[in-house]
């Protein structure tokens, strides 16, 4: 099958959420199978709204969402089959060691003893924290937190990874850690859909970015498509990023 | 305007941290409903005043000279009153020790942290005197509008408790952490308090039942073996209850020395304070626990997975485990009194079956939210892909299970005893813990396991027709056990209450 004729990794049309305001306001999103896409804007631009609806973990007033051809909204559990998810504070059990975490994590995904044993064990290694697999997550620092929060969205191996600012409050050898794991994620095949304040990352790690404000799609690109909308051949991600945004202000 | 850094300036910043926690608690954290709060607030001082009318009955004609039973009641429930204070009181302090909110920018401040834990420790004392006021005020109300007003020194006397209370309460709490160091006294002070809120009542129905045969602590406090071993009617052990008959003398003794004993434990304690507070920031750097030899993966079904994982939290977890077995110990009396019948042939054994439905109630209830809304990993169990009802009744079984393994040892006895009786605890013990669990699941709001010590915040509803309903199934418990039809009208009131919830909860509009 060539690349053009497979599903969307996630397709949304016409999405809607509104709380006080509207969060999201008709967004249209198309991520490719494979693709390291990274969401970014401003603060409250509708973001990690976006992405909840996505994980299933908000309910959109309006819209459709398709993950790898699964209408999300029809039938979410064949969709959070194949999703992963990360927020960006680490939601794990203190009272439980990674590897029982893995363990719970398996049993919810429904994946077989030996694979999932095999995958922790791989993931615990891959991200440092082999030494740390038997002690309880009590004593953990934020950082090996996270890690072993990212280790729980991996170990069923989904198809589809979303991360909202999974890099917050770790440090550079933890941050690079958790860019390598997902990289090769991406390597084999996975897609990632990632939100994150810094640029730098983003500049470095994505094939597409899409911007967002006021809850819609402003821009969207490789890093080359966008520095040509803005007229700039060699401005950094984040004077492209100022510049597109002042330019959403503007004309709105 | 007072001085930044003065006992004055704490004092204003205290107060209004404490004014505002206070008003979000009963808001249950929304804003603007003071005129709520106020009404609600009306309404249950009322009801209190109603109720200490229908209770106290002609308690208020008693005189300045009385009897010494009556003095040894009246100790005896300023003890009972003292031992909840003294609990209250333990607990608080310790949360001052281990509560980091706000410390490590004052400990990091050029100001005399002493005057600030000075604070604190007066604002407990001022704490636990409000909350044993609201509740026994009403009853001095009562006593002072049927016997006169000199019964109004029952709130000096209640003052006077409090600040013992609370010396106490600093003093063993203090104790512990030079004895057992700050990871241990966290736990052992929060089991100690409950310990010593319970003690005191369980024991005396535990004296009660082997000296009478019953559970009336009335009748054991009036037998006449206690009276010939109390002091003599003219000893200064009575003052306290002088003081609360309205015998001004007394009421001044007691109050002064109250007062000298907490303003030196407060002098001798508060400087010592800021050296725990900074020993107990550095706890949870301490040492990791891990498991003895590596953890093989093993699989379940997700609904076994989800069991699992809830019995294993509750396991591991001490303090909130504590937190819910603690109503156990309430069971230890009707263990007792299970014995004594068994042993000596007595019919008794009736009292059981209520406090057994009712503790499932209790247990049932805390535990549910613990799993229901505690859990930590929200986002995690809602992204799986299995159906959240699946996952929420696996929630539940958990919760039963644990109820089964804790109540199951007391309807075996039972059965040892009388089949019916047992298979009367048996079914209101299902009734009630299933009713609280349902409550808890039509109520659920997401929060931390953490805050399990301030669910009842979250719904009043919730917290009340949790307490209503287990009463009720107690009631047919009671009645059922007592060979009655009558059961069968007091399960209908039962059902009814959960049928009222139902149109109150949250989960109606979901």
Known sequence: MRQDECPAALEIK?????????????????VRPG????????????????????????????????????????????????????????MIYDKLTPLEYLEFVAGLWNVETAVADAR??????????????DERCEQFSRGMRQKVA??????????????????????????????????????????????????????????????????????????????????????????????????????? | MSTAGSLTWFAQHESRLAWRDMLSMLAAGRRGRERQIAVGVAVFAGFMHVVAFFALGGAGRLGLHPDLPTLLTITAGALLSGSAMLSQAMESVTRTFYTRSDLELILSSPTRARRLFAVRIGAIAATVSLMSLLLLGPFIDVLAWRGGLRWLGGYGLIVAVSLVATALAV???????????????????????????????IGLQMAAMFST???????????????????????????????????????VAVLAVSLLLFLAVTALYAPRFANYAVAASGVS???????????????????????????LLLIRDPWLMSQSLMQLLYLLPPAALLWRSFAFGGHAAVVIVPVLIMAAGQLAGGLAWLTISGEDAADLVLTAPIAQSRLLR??????????????????LGLLLFSPALALIAACGIVASAASAATIQLWFRAQAKRSQFRRRHTASRIATFSEAFTSIAWAATGAVAAAGSWLAAIVALIAIAILAGVRLFSPARAR
Not at chain 1, 17 to 22: D, H, L, M, N, V
Not at chain 1, 165 to 170: A, D, W
Not at chain 2, 172 to 195: C, E, N, V, W, Y
Not at chain 2, 398 to 408: F, H, K, Q, R, T
């Open chain 1, 14 to 30: 016409g999405l809607r959420k509104r709380f006080e305001r509207p969060a999201v306001d008709g967004l249209d999103l198309h």
């Open chain 1, 35 to 90: 693709e390291f896409y990274m969401l970014l804007g401003p603060n409250g631009a509708g973001k990690t709204t976006t992405l909840r609806m996505v994980s299933g973990l908000l309910r959109p007033d309006e819209g459709t969402i398709a993950v790898f051809g699964i209408d999300a909204l029809a039938d979410p559990i064949a969709a959070k089959q194949i999703t992963g998810w990360l927020s960006d504070e680490p």
């Open chain 1, 120 to 133: 922790a064990r791989d993931l615990l290694q891959w991200l440092g924290l082999e030494k740390h697999a």
């Open chain 1, 150 to 252: 990212l280790a729980g969205a991996l170990v069923h191996e989904p198809r589809l990874i979303i991360l909202d600012e999974p890099l917050t409050g770790l440090d550079a050898g933890s941050a690079r850690l958790v860019k390598n794991v997902l990289a090769a994620r991406v390597r084999a095949g996975g897609t990632v859909i990632m939100t994150t304040h810094i640029l730098e990352i983003a500049e470095r790690m994505a094939d597409r970015i899409g911007v967002i404000a006021g809850g819609r799609l402003i821009a969207e690109g490789t890093l080359d498509e966008l520095r040509g909308r803005i007229g700039s051949g060699d401005a950094s991600l984040e004077d492209m990023f100022l510049a597109i945004v002042e330019q959403d202000l503007t004309a709105a």
């Open chain 2, 171 to 201: 003093i063993l709490t203090t104790s512990l952490f030079q004895t057992i160091g700050p990871k241990q006294t966290r736990l052992a002070a929060q089991i100690a308090a409950a310990l010593i809120g319970g003690l005191f009542v």
């Open chain 2, 213 to 251: 045969g019953t559970l009336s602590r009335l009748a054991f406090l009036r037998s006449h073996y206690v009276l010939a071993h109390v002091p003599d009617i003219h000893s200064a052990v009575w003052w306290p209850a002088r003081a609360a008959l309205g015998d001004a003398g007394s009421l």
């Open chain 2, 285 to 311: 750097h301490g040492s990791a626990r891990r498991r003895r030899g590596s953890h093989t993966l093993r699989v379940r079904t997700a609904a076994a997975t989800m069991r699992h994982k809830e019995i």
């Open chain 2, 394 to 411: 696996a929630k539940i079984e958990a919760v039963l299970e644990c109820i089964a393994i804790m109540l199951g040892p007391f309807v």
